[in-house]
């Protein structure tokens, strides 16, 4: 059974830094393309970033160059390095996992910014 387990959110202050991880299992990791993805309250859920199975990586422009996706296929994990937080960067982060036009999601973790 696929499972995707995201852990790291919290409370940070403007400015501040948090790193989100993705532990996958059940899947063969190394096959899918791995996002991340945010909803905050009230709004629709966004891709934030996206690594490809070969490691290629696109982001939203709201978060290019104060965000960056990597992926361990060793250790079936995918991290969001999160620097120079906003407090629009307030909601609920979701791990993706992606084979084709098969998609898993993680439960959500809460990162919070306060201004």
């Known amino acids: 059974q696929l499972q995707l387990v995201e852990s790291g959110g919290g409370l940070v202050q403007a400015g501040g830094s948090l790193r989100l991880s993705c532990a996958a299992s059940?899947?063969?990791?190394?096959?899918?393309?791995m996002g991340w993805y945010r909803q905050a309250p009230g709004k629709q859920r966004e891709l934030v970033a996206r690594i490809t199975n070969d490691g290629i990586t696109n982001y939203a422009d709201s978060v290019n160059g104060r965000f960056t996706i990597a992926r361990d296929n060793a250790k079936n994990t995918v991290y969001l390095q999160m620097n120079s937080l906003k407090p629009e960067d307030t909601a609920v982060y979701y791990c993706?996992?992606?084979?084709?036009?098969?998609?898993?999601w993680g439960k959500g973790t809460l990162v919070t910014v306060s201004s």
């Open positions: 059940g899947i063969r990791f190394s096959i899918h393309a």
């Open positions: 993706n996992a992606k084979y084709y036009t098969i998609d898993y």
